[in-house]
């Protein structure tokens, strides 16, 4: 399949993505400061540096893009152009989940992961009001 964008289209679509503070994150951030919760944003002290960290739940939560992390969703396609580049890049990004998720698990933090695809209209009441559930339990 090929890109359907120019080099350039692709390099500035790219260049425009946020890692910090995206519209996931501030979903999930804003319902759960409408629930109660109060929370810290990207704890640089923490492997992985989570999205989302409750303290008083030792809980973190990382709010990943289904492409960047490859999560096995109808989302998460390998591009077809640069494709060496891209799998070790992806692949990268995996195993350091990994590693962060074992990094923080080790001193008793819980880990949840909100998926962007769980985000999307027919899915996320359903998926937000299990995050509730999964953070107090």
Known sequence: MADNHTKEQR?????????????????????????????????????????????????????????????????FVWPSSNEEYWKKKILRNVERDELNIKGLKEPGWKVLVVWECELKKVAIDKRLETLVDEIRT
């Not at 810290?40 to 923490?46: P, S």
């Not at 992985?48 to 992390?69: A, E, Q, R, S």
């Open 11 to 75: 390099s500035y679509n790219m260049s425009r993505i946020c890692s910090k503070n995206n519209a996931p994150e501030e979903k999930v951030r804003k319902f759960l400061f409408s629930k109660g919760f109060r929370y810290r944003k990207n704890d640089k002290k923490l492997p992985g540096c989570p999205d989302i960290v409750l303290p008083k739940y030792k809980t973190v939560i990382f709010v990943n893009g289904c492409f960047w992390h490859k999560h096995n969703c109808k989302r």
